[in-house]
């Protein structure tokens, strides 16, 4: 068996002509040639999930949810095989792209992104490289109860950015990569057997459980 970590790198764009694709060729060498990760592709244009629609009925059996529709059980187990996790976003009106928010919406009960470390590269047509995007991202991620990681990799003026070699033209931004997946291997190492030798319950139950005693 393998003891790298489980890195799903999530693309959070799904338009035709997305610039999302001058990025996937380089990170995805990257992560492949990086021998601390089994790093796999999650596309959100194979992942058609609904806009999201859960409720205590949809849900089921908190044990083994059944969601609304199949690909929401999917989404879920696809997301729980993760131990490491790269969010690829673009920046939309100063924050993250909905179809990603709504990707994340749905990671929902499960608690697959739970005390897992999430690192981030944003990207825009313009100079801000998807700035803004990543800071809401990171505290989404704080949400989800992840480990946001500080270092981060941010591509401005994207459509001039990699060459016909796929490579950033900027050596920076591959510097920036190599830092981002050094502190993703550190993280991951440290959380995966945190994880294995036992978890809190989740934060929103503990609460539940003190208004109970409380009366509340
Ligand atoms: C709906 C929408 C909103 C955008 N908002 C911003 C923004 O707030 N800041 C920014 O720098 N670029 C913004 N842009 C430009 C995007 O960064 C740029 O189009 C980028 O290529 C989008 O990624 P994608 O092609 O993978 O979808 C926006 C683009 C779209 C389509």
Same mark, same amino acid.
């Given at each position: =068996? ?12 799904t338009? *035709? ?10 990170? =995805? ?17 194979? !992942? ?15 044990? &083994? ?9 999917? !989404?879920?187990?696809? #997301?729980?095989?993760? &131990? ?12 993250? *792209? ?18 897992? *470390?999430?690192?981030? #590269? ?5 100079? #801000?490289?998807?700035?803004r ?6 505290? #989404?991620?704080?949400?989800?109860? =992840? ?8 591509i ?26 050094? &502190?993703?291997?550190? !993280? ?26 409380a009366?509340?």
């Amino acid at each position: =068996m393998s003891d790298r970590h489980r890195l799903l790198v999530i693309v959070g764009t799904t338009r *035709p002509d997305r610039a999302a694709e001058h990025l996937i060729p380089w990170v =995805m060498r990257r992560t492949g040639e990086d021998d601390r990760f089994d790093a796999e592709l999650v596309d959100l244009r194979d !992942w058609p999930l609904p806009m999201f629609q859960e409720t205590i009925e949809t849900v089921g059996d908190f044990n &083994d949810p059944t969601y609304s529709e199949p690909i929401v059980r999917e !989404w879920n187990r696809k #997301i729980a095989e993760g &131990d490491a996790f790269i969010f690829i976003t673009a920046e939309y009106n100063h924050s993250v *792209p909905g179809a990603l928010k709504n990707a994340i919406d749905n990671v929902f009960v499960s608690f697959a992104l739970r005390n897992k *470390p999430a690192a981030f #590269i944003g990207y825009s047509g313009g100079p #801000i490289a998807g700035a803004r995007a990543v800071e809401h991202l990171a505290h #989404i991620a704080i949400e989800a109860e =992840m480990a946001p990681l500080r270092n981060t990799v941010l591509i401005g003026g994207v459509h001039q950015a990699f060459g016909d070699d796929d490579e950033p033209v900027d050596p920076l931004t591959d510097a920036a990569l190599s830092i981002t997946l050094d &502190d993703l291997a550190w !993280w991951a190492d440290a959380l995966a057997p945190a994880r294995a030798a036992g978890q809190l319950p989740p934060g929103t139950f503990r609460m539940r459980a003190a208004m109970a005693a409380a009366g509340a």
